[in-house]
């Protein structure tokens, strides 16, 4: 009996969480700010993991996915890298020179999916 009003108090208490949390609250520049505050402070995981968050509620901002992109080159996630740079880049952040020069990609540049993105983005294509 003692767990069963246990589970119906959590349950309870979950109900009322939910019913009183308005999603429409969510602030998205302070999601993209602590986000960026981890970067800062080398958490690229955590900052990788806030961006995702943000793009829930804004998913064309190019920067927050160029952000997210550079997350995954300091990670040397060189498919996610990738994969975020493309989107950013179809999202307008066309800036070719920077994403070449960038030290954030420094262990993905090598690698054959990262470079092969590289040269067509350089060349202006729109390819996968």
Same mark, same amino acid.
């Given at each position: 009996?003692?767990?069963?009003?246990?589970?119906?108090?959590?349950?309870?208490?979950?109900?009322?969480?939910?019913?009183?949390?308005?999603?429409?609250?969510?602030?998205? @520049?302070?999601? !993209?700010?602590?986000?960026?505050?981890?970067?800062?402070?080398?958490?690229y995981?955590?900052?990788? @993991?806030?961006?995702i968050?943000?793009?829930?509620?804004?998913?064309? !901002?190019?920067?927050?996915?160029?952000? %997210?992109?550079?997350?995954?080159? %300091? $990670?040397? !996630?060189?498919? $996610?890298?990738?994969?975020? %740079?493309?989107?950013?880049? @179809?999202?307008?952040?066309? !800036?070719?020179?920077?994403?070449?020069?960038d030290?954030?990609?420094?262990?993905?540049?090598?690698?054959?999916?990262?470079?092969? $993105?590289?040269?067509?983005?350089?060349?202006?294509t729109?390819?996968?």
């Amino acid at each position: 009996m003692k767990y069963l009003f246990t589970f119906l108090l959590i349950i309870t208490l979950a109900f009322l969480a939910a019913e009183n949390f308005d999603f429409t609250t969510i602030n998205i @520049d302070s999601l !993209n700010a602590v986000a960026t505050q981890a970067y800062h402070d080398g958490e690229y995981q955590k900052a990788a @993991d806030l961006y995702i968050q943000y793009m829930q509620y804004d998913i064309k !901002n190019g920067s927050v996915c160029y952000n %997210l992109a550079c997350c995954y080159g %300091l $990670l040397a !996630n060189d498919s $996610l890298a990738t994969k975020y %740079l493309r989107y950013a880049y @179809d999202n307008g952040f066309t !800036n070719i020179e920077h994403i070449k020069n960038d030290p954030d990609f420094e262990k993905v540049r090598e690698s054959e999916i990262f470079s092969k $993105l590289i040269k067509k983005l350089d060349k202006g294509t729109k390819e996968p």
